[in-house]
């Protein structure tokens, strides 16, 4: 079983709509959790930390429910900016510090 | 500016020769990661290294090597024992305190091609 797995998409949207990501965890000792959006042919860059509390930056909402092992994304009124792969992260201490990215979802927003 | 920087950006070799790519970083992290990317496919992580003078074997260890001499620097060489050394390599660094959370951050990739 995958450490975290991603619905790959292609999530095809509207300008203004909005796109909600899943991705499950199979570790239940992970303890960090990320999402990382990854333009095509370039590095990933963190998009944000999602914590237990779930939290919010701008149009972007990350919630984490523990109980289920599953953390969100939520994008409100999507740009076409917002057109990339998103990668969900999550971090275990119990395997040497090491992170695990799931293969991502690809979002393509249309004008 | 802090930051990670990778070099070259595309790099080409003929089969059977070794390549060492370069990742240096100035952000005063502890740890530093080499990954993997095939097209369509998530990252892979090759070697970590969380402190000077000592790494570890990632999943896809088979036909690299690393060495970790300097808090700054972690060099990834693909030898000729690695069977499809063509991809995007990616280096990343982050801080190292147990317990708390914190980020990975990525340089700009080098793209290795082998023919």
């Known amino acids: 079983r995958k450490e975290v797995e991603q619905d790959p998409g292609p999530f095809n949207v509207p300008e203004g709509a909005t796109v909600a990501f899943n991705c499950t965890y199979s570790?239940?000792?992970?303890?960090?959790f990320f999402w990382y959006r990854q333009d095509c042919r370039k590095e990933p860059k963190l998009l944000m930390s999602?914590?237990?509390s779930g939290n919010e930056d701008g149009r972007f909402t990350a919630q984490l429910n523990r109980a289920s092992q599953y953390i969100s994304l939520l994008i409100r009124d999507s740009k076409l900016s917002d057109s990339a792969t998103y990668l969900c992260?999550?971090?275990?201490?119990?395997?040497?510090?090491?992170?695990?990215f799931g293969t991502g979802t690809s979002l393509t927003v249309i004008p | 500016d802090g930051g990670i920087t990778q070099s070259p950006k595309y790099l080409f070799r003929k089969e059977g020769q070794n390549v060492t790519l370069s990742c240096e970083q100035n952000?005063?992290?502890?740890?530093m990661y080499w990954y993997r990317q095939d097209p369509g496919q998530g990252l892979r992580l090759i070697y970590y290294?969380?402190?000077?003078?000592?790494?570890q074997k990632g999943d896809i260890a088979e036909g690299y090597s690393v060495s970790r001499e300097k808090k700054e620097s972690f060099p990834l060489t693909v030898t000729s024992a690695q069977k499809n050394p063509t991809a995007f390599y990616l280096c990343?660094?982050?801080?190292?305190?147990?317990?708390?959370?914190?980020?990975?951050?990525f340089g700009p990739g080098t793209r290795l091609t082998v023919t």
């Open positions: 990343a660094s982050s801080q190292a305190r147990g317990g708390t959370p914190y980020e990975q951050y």
């Open positions: 570790n239940s000792a992970s303890q960090s």
């Open positions: 999602v914590y237990s």
């Open positions: 992260v999550v971090k275990t201490a119990n395997t040497g510090n090491q992170f695990y």
């Open positions: 952000l005063n992290h502890d740890a």
């Open positions: 290294s969380q402190i000077v003078n000592d790494f």
